[in-house]
Structure formats: structure tokens, C-alpha cells
């Protein structure tokens, strides 16, 4: 559930906010709810946020003498688990804040996991780039094996750099309890390969399947 709906009396933090790094002119806009911006400024938060994903946003998007911007696109609570399933926000689970990066001709979705930690500022963690539904930790494990897979590949096709992932979609709805499947990209030297993934809950455990898939 979007937290505009689920929370209507949270105040929520308009951000137009611009900060310069080593590379080239960040901005960040778009709102944030304030209840997450514990221990700090929304607008600190918010900085915090394109941070967390500012070294894979480049590498999706190198700098091109464009702006980059970062624009917040909402905060939505799951279970930890489970991003199929919204939680209560008074609840244990983990905020998913959804950032579109813009600039140098493409339009990128990311995502970052947010774990409030009381009055401290929250714990940021960069999640897998598009749509997937994993869970923190599945998300976690899948990343693994598919950038084992695409750096295997790339290393036998004379590639050195380091794979990283660009996109992740879900073709079909999942339907609870049952396996369900989802499509990863991950790019090395300039050649984006696809991955299926597949994801079997078993019990209290979750076994993750991964083949190439073109």
C-alpha cells in the first residue's frame, strides 16, 4: 500500500534539494514521509538515499555531461520477506523507497531498502534495480548467483570488468506459497545479458534457481 493512502496524517517532506560530488551535479526532488527522517533532516535523508545507489546509478548510466537527478516516487512498508505483502507501518518490516534516476537518456528504477533504528537516522541499503517482489535476503542471494553466473560468462568472453545488475521485472503475478519467476539483467563491458530467476518457497526456506536466459 502506497503510505499517502495508508497513513493520510503523516506529514510529508517536499525535497528539492542539489548537492555536487566528485563526478558531476546530483539533485534530488519529490517528497518523503518525515516520520523516516529520524536523527536528521528529511533533506539529509534524502541525500543519504541518492547516495546509497549514486554508484550504480552511474554505472547504468555513466555521466554524460547531463544532470543527474533523483526523484523520490514513494515509500511503501512489506514484510521483510516478502514485498508482495504491505505492513502495517506501526509493524516490523522494511520500507521499499522507490527512486527513479533521470539524465544521460535513460530513465532508471531503484530501490532502497530503509531500517529505522529509533531516533537515529535509519539504515540504508541499495536493493536490486527494477521491479522485483524478493524479499531483503533473497533479494540478497539472487544477486549473488547472478553475478556469478554473469561474471563467469564475461571473464570466458575476455571481459574483465565486474558484472552489475540494471533491471529486474516480474512477467507474471505470484500467486502466495507457490514458485514464481523473475527476469534480471545485468550488464558487463558494454553487453546486457538477461537471467531468470526462480524463486521456490520450501517450508521456512526460499531456494533460488538461476539460468541464462538468452
Avoid at 497513513?7 to 551535479?25: G, K, Y
Avoid at 522494511?94 to 533504528?117: E, H
Amino acid at each position: 500500500m502506497r503510505l499517502a493512502a495508508a497513513v493520510v496524517a503523516v506529514a510529508v517532506a517536499l525535497i528539492a534539494t542539489a548537492f555536487a560530488d566528485d563526478e558531476e551535479d546530483v539533485r534530488v526532488r519529490g517528497d518523503i514521509p518525515h516520520m523516516l527522517a529520524q536523527g536528521e533532516t528529511s533533506i539529509q535523508l534524502a541525500q543519504r538515499i541518492a547516495q546509497t545507489i549514486g554508484v550504480l546509478d552511474r554505472r547504468i548510466a555513466p555521466p554524460c555531461g547531463m544532470q543527474r537527478v533523483f526523484e523520490l516516487a514513494g515509500a511503501e512498508h512489506f514484510d521483510v520477506d516478502d514485498l508482495t505483502k504491505p505492513v502495517d507501518p506501526n509493524r516490523p518490516g522494511v520500507w521499499r523507497i522507490a527512486v527513479y534516476g533521470k539524465g544521460c537518456w535513460t530513465t532508471r528504477l531503484l530501490n532502497v531498502f530503509l531500517f529505522p533504528r529509533g531516533a537515529s537516522p535509519a539504515a540504508l541499503r541499495a536493493g536490486v534495480p527494477g521491479r522485483s517482489i524478493a524479499g531483503v535476503k533473497h533479494q540478497q542471494s539472487a544477486t549473488v548467483l547472478v553475478l556469478r553466473q554473469a561474471n563467469g560468462i564475461a571473464s570466458r568472453l575476455h571481459c574483465s570488468s565486474p558484472s552489475f545488475l540494471t533491471d529486474s521485472q516480474v512477467p507474471f503475478a505470484r500467486v502466495p506459497g507457490k514458485a514464481w519467476n523473475e527476469r534480471w539483467s545485468a550488464q558487463a563491458c558494454g553487453i546486457t545479458r538477461a537471467f531468470d530467476v526462480t524463486f521456490t518457497p520450501q517450508g521456512s526456506q526460499m531456494r533460488i534457481a538461476v539460468v541464462l536466459a538468452d
